[in-house]
């Protein structure tokens, strides 16, 4: 069993940056992938970027590489997704997710979801 908490979403201008925190909990944490996905409304869940168990593989949507970096820091129980130069399409609800063993891209093979933090990106 996992537990998750995301936190720092909010109200920014475009080309703003923010961090995004998921503070982790239980069990398996140190032997789940994490990921981020976020959803904006009327919109499907979309895959934003993954971080093996052990930190030492990444994956991103290929859109955001060279915005959004995702990092874990097991020794804490956090995982991070920085966002730079925000966009007006990245308003979404980001979600923070676990599942134990290998990362994925989709999210119906995540076990775990925290409630998800709002990020707004607007002039």
């Known amino acids: 069993q996992v537990q998750l908490v995301e936190s720092g979403g909010g109200l920014v201008q475009p080309g703003d940056s923010l961090r995004l925190s998921c503070a982790a909990s239980?069990?398996?944490?140190?032997?789940?992938?994490m990921a981020w996905f976020r959803q904006a409304p009327g919109k499907e869940r979309e895959f934003v970027a993954a971080?093996?168990?052990?930190?030492?593989?990444?994956n991103r949507l290929e859109s955001l590489v060279g915005r959004f970096t995702l990092s874990r820091d097991n020794a804490k129980n956090m995982v991070y997704l920085q966002m730079n130069n925000l966009k007006p399409e990245d308003t979404a609800v980001y979600y923070c997710?676990?599942?134990?063993?290998?990362?994925?891209?989709?999210?119906?093979?995540?076990?775990?979801w925290g409630q998800g933090t709002q990020v707004t990106v607007s002039s």
């Open positions: 997710a676990a599942r134990e063993g290998y990362y994925s891209r989709n999210f119906r093979s995540y076990d775990f």
């Open positions: 971080i093996s168990a052990e930190g030492d593989y990444t």
């Open positions: 239980g069990r398996t944490v140190r032997s789940s992938a």
